[in-house]
């Protein structure tokens, strides 16, 4: 399975920036799908996640700011962000759950800075 994101980028804080993951085989194969970051320093955390029921769930850090969705069609699962913060900087990265394996995809960095 190969996971590709896009859209990252630098943003302005109280920005937005939808990030998009492309998988290379059927979404609904998963168990569930997510995001994960990275800060400098810090350790990889979870973001938010969406089950293959599209029940989604959120880090509290994001909540009301963060939209996981999907496009089946497309193979795609999305990360909307509003209202970025300084926090938020970090490297980003797709998640595909398949029973106890996961796959990863490459990480794309977001930065929020003024």
């Known amino acids: 399975v190969q996971l590709v994101e896009s859209g990252g980028g630098l943003v302005q804080p109280g920005g937005s920036l939808r990030l998009s993951c492309s998988a290379s085989?059927?979404?609904?194969?998963?168990?569930?799908m997510g995001w994960y970051r990275k800060a400098p320093g810090k350790e990889r955390e979870l973001v938010g996640t969406i089950n293959v029921g599209g029940v989604t769930k959120y880090a509290d850090s994001v909540k009301g700011r963060f939209t996981i969705s999907r496009d089946g069609a497309k193979n795609t699962i999305y990360l909307q962000m509003n209202n970025l913060k300084f926090e938020d900087t970090a490297v980003y990265y797709c998640?595909?759950?398949?029973?106890?394996?996961?796959?990863w995809g490459q990480g794309i960095l977001v930065t929020v800075s003024s």
């Open positions: 998640s595909a759950r398949v029973l106890s394996r996961t796959n």
């Open positions: 085989s059927n979404i609904f194969f998963f168990n569930d």
